[in-house]
């Protein structure tokens, strides 16, 4: 069963804005959906969690990957779509030249479980790469 089914993209924001105020409060990070918020992402990754953590932490990943999804709507356009086809996640849709398709929670959960090799900052910058070319 996929728990994203019936959520629209306001259930999606309010996610990335309800991490933005966790993130203040309590880890004293200050997000504001801007590109290179996402290396402060990858930092706060870095020197508090551990490989092997996803499981524990189901809430944060929820909340920073749809951060991530709305960094990455807010650059380049886009919106947020359920994706039954390839995954049980949701997808952000980039339309243009080439619609692409990527999965901000799937690679925050990858970050959580896998460690530094799933970079958040290498993900952002992949993305960018691809869109870049057309």
């Known amino acids: 069963m996929n728990p994203f089914r019936n959520w629209g993209a306001s259930d999606f924001q309010q996610h990335a804005t309800d991490f933005c105020q966790l ?23 870095e020197s508090h969690f551990g490989p092997g953590s996803a499981d524990a932490n189901s809430v944060l990943i929820v ?9 990455l709507i807010r650059q380049y356009g886009g919106r947020w779509a359920a994706d039954e086809e ?21 690679r925050v959960w990858r970050r959580f479980e896998y460690g530094p090799d799933q970079s958040l900052t290498t993900y952002y910058s992949e993305v960018t790469r691809t869109l870049s070319q057309f």
Request: hydrophobic share 40%; aromatic share 14%; proline share 6%.
């Open 63 to 71: 909340g920073m990957g749809c951060y991530l999804g709305e960094v």
């Open 23 to 45: 993130a203040r409060a309590h880890y004293g990070l200050e997000l504001d959906f801007s590109p290179h918020t996402v290396s402060q992402l990858e930092n706060f990754l």
């Open 86 to 106: 390839f995954f049980r996640s949701p997808a952000v849709l980039i339309e243009g030249k080439l619609q692409t398709r990527t999965f901000p929670l799937s």
